[in-house]
């Protein structure tokens, strides 16, 4: 079979898919770690604008946090975290804005080099995120919020007009003031409020595992009860704990299925979407 033969088959094979998700919403959580490769970073760039090429309609919304603790070593200032959140005061979150700022923009940038549209937005713009004040177990850990209020106007104005928005978690108080916000989190609540089709959560692990650091592990399907008992038990590392909870979040206000998927391997996205294997967990 030649080259040519080989990618119509391809084509073919994604055709279902392709037909099952034209004109759907799927969010797209990329994950501070998984976008440490610049190779990995561009192909999700071509991934996206492939898919909204055959008229899917993809929101990524990104974290940062090797970006924040990188900046954060420059200018001399420390990082603490209490339950896997970090402590935020008024320094640190000019350094979260501006480190999110950045990485938003090169994302943009990112999804133009690839042919697309992008825009670039914070959970300030149009009122996209309220947010409040986060105290976990009662400590107070500084400006670190958690989303209370979705409008997804913008969001929607932007997919029908041809965009890729790209979201960063950064959100106005509700009584003023600007709270860093987990990102998985916010991916959740986001596709909630945008009744989407999909939640991928992109990371740098293969996926949720039984028996972590165990590779062999991993657990293709999971009911939302035992994504639950493994949050309730600890049997979920601190990291996963916000990934689960996001793809709880997710269906529970409607959206149709949660993934969380390992962003290091190539084209990964499109595995996921366009395949009948797809990768990594699934809730369900």
């Given at each position: 079979m ?5 990618r119509?088959?391809?084509l ?10 034209a004109g ?7 994950g ?51 339950d ?16 999110l ?28 995120f ?32 041809g ?73 979920a590392?601190e ?8 793809c ?6 409607g ?15 499109l ?14």
């Open positions: 030649s080259i040519y033969q080989t119509a088959e391809t073919i094979q994604a055709l279902p898919y392709i037909q099952r998700f759907k919403t799927v969010v797209v959580k990329y501070g770690n998984a976008m440490t490769d610049p190779e990995r970073k561009a192909e999700v760039m071509k991934d996206l604008v492939l898919m909204q090429a055959v008229n899917i309609r993809p929101v990524l919304l990104h974290g940062g946090g090797p970006e924040i603790d990188r900046l954060a070593a420059k200018v001399g200032l420390e990082t603490k975290r209490v896997g959140l970090r402590v935020t005061d008024a320094e640190t979150m000019e350094l979260v804005e501006m480190a700022g950045a990485l938003n923009k090169g994302l943009v940038a990112g999804v133009q080099a690839a042919g697309g549209k992008a825009a670039g937005l914070s959970g300030k713009d149009g009122g996209l309220t947010a409040r004040k986060l105290t976990p177990g009662g400590k107070d850990i500084g400006f670190v919020g958690e989303v209370s209020g979705v409008n997804p106007e913008i969001l929607e104005t932007l997919t029908a007009s965009y890729i928005p790209i979201v960063c978690s950064v959100a106005p108080g509700q009584e003023g003031g600007t709270y860093n916000v987990n990102a998985d989190l916010a991916a959740g609540a986001l596709a909630a409020a945008l009744k989407a089709e999909k939640l991928i959560v992109m990371t740098d692990v293969e996926g949720v595992l039984k028996e972590y650091p165990n590779k062999e592990s991993l657990l293709s399907r999971i009911s939302s009860d035992e994504a639950k008992e493994m949050i309730a038990s600890g049997a590392g990291g996963m704990i916000p990934k689960l909870q996001s709880l979040d997710a269906l529970a206000g959206v149709h299925s949660a993934h969380i998927i390992d962003g290091r391997r190539p084209h990964s996205l595995v996921e979407v366009f395949t009948d294997a797809g990768i990594g967990t699934m809730i369900a």
